[in-house]
Nanobody, 125 residues
Framework: QVQVVESGGDLAQPGGSLRLSCAAS????????MGWFRQAPGKEREMVARIRWFGDDTLYTDSVRGRFTLSRDTDKNIMFLQMNGLKPEDTARYYC??????????????????WGRGTQVTVSS
C-alpha cells in the first residue's frame, strides 16, 4: 500500500524560503524516480524537480533552477524541496510524485503517480 504525505507549505513573502517534505511508505525511494510537481489554479500540473532512481542526479525546470534544491533521506523515505528566493509565480499546490515503473527514468508528468493531497504554497506581498 503506497502512502505519501506532503507538508511544509505556507504563506511566504517574495524572496522568502520554505522547505517542503514528502514522507512516503510502501515502496523504496532508490528503485523509482521521484519528483516534486506543482499545479496552479487553471493551469496544468508541471514538473518542478526530479531525482533519478540511482545516484543523486537531479533535474530542474528552468524557472526554479538555482533557487530550489531537491534532496532525500533514503533511510527514512523522505524527500525534500528547499525553496529559496520565492516568487509570486511559485504559488501553487505542490505534490510528491513517484514514477510508474521501477529502475527507469522519466521526465513527463504523465509518467508519474500522485498519492498525496499536496501542500499549498502561496507567495504574496
Amino acid at each position: 500500500q503506497v502512502q505519501v504525505v506532503e507538508s511544509g507549505g505556507d504563506l511566504a513573502q517574495p524572496g522568502g524560503s520554505l522547505r517542503l517534505s514528502c514522507a512516503a511508505s510502501g515502496f523504496t525511494f532508490t528503485e523509482f524516480d521521484m519528483g516534486w510537481f506543482r499545479q496552479a489554479p487553471g493551469k496544468e500540473r508541471e514538473m518542478v524537480a526530479r531525482i533519478r532512481w540511482f545516484g543523486d542526479d537531479t533535474l530542474y525546470t528552468d524557472s526554479v533552477r538555482g533557487r530550489f534544491t531537491l534532496s532525500r533521506d533514503t533511510d527514512k523515505n523522505i524527500m525534500f524541496l528547499q525553496m529559496n528566493g520565492l516568487k509570486p509565480e511559485d504559488t501553487a499546490r505542490y505534490y510528491c510524485g513517484k514514477s510508474r515503473y521501477s529502475r527507469a527514468t522519466f521526465s513527463n508528468v504523465g509518467d508519474y503517480d500522485f498519492w498525496g493531497r499536496g501542500t499549498q504554497v502561496t507567495v504574496s506581498s
